[in-house]
């Protein structure tokens, strides 16, 4: 019965919220391993740590809820926890790429073209952002 690894790498929604709460964790194999990469409220932090406390489990974290963690957070020394600052891509040429991402996201929106990578492309088609760029 249970899994001995679950790796979060959702996006973070109404239905992901919680997904990870105190039932999923009692179907967990005693020892098992939780790793989120995701998003914070993805894992309900106040089962997470009970489970923590109790050994129930062990944990890897990138992103936490809430993030940042506030200074005396249970997290911050929970056994079996392995947490890391949700600062993975900040190498040294991570800004220099985003500002060039950005800058180009820019110049394509000003010219009435659709930037490379959109999260919400629904928005192109909205008469407000049509309006603003003169294209109504």
């Not at 391993?33 to 406390?53: Q, S």
């Not at 040294?92 to 800058?103: C, E, K, L, P, Y």
């Not at 088609?125 to 603003?132: D, F, I, T, Y």
Request: with cysteine.
């Amino acid at each position: 019965p249970g899994w001995s690894f679950e790796v979060l790498a959702k996006a973070f929604t109404p239905e992901t919220r919680h997904l990870i709460d105190n039932a999923s964790i009692a179907r967990m194999k005693q020892g098992a391993l939780l790793v989120n990469a995701a998003r914070g409220p993805v894992v309900d932090t106040d089962a997470l740590v009970k489970a923590l406390y109790e050994k129930r489990i062990r944990a890897a974290l990138d992103v936490t809820d809430p993030e940042p963690l506030p200074h005396g957070h249970p997290l911050c020394t929970a056994p079996n926890l392995l947490l890391t600052p949700h600062q993975a891509s900040f190498g040294t040429d991570t800004g220099a790429r985003v500002s060039a991402a950005a800058a180009q996201a820019i110049v394509d929106v000003q010219a009435g073209r659709r930037p490379q990578c959109v999260v919400n492309p629904e928005v192109f088609e909205s008469p407000a952002l049509r309006a603003k760029l003169g294209k109504a």
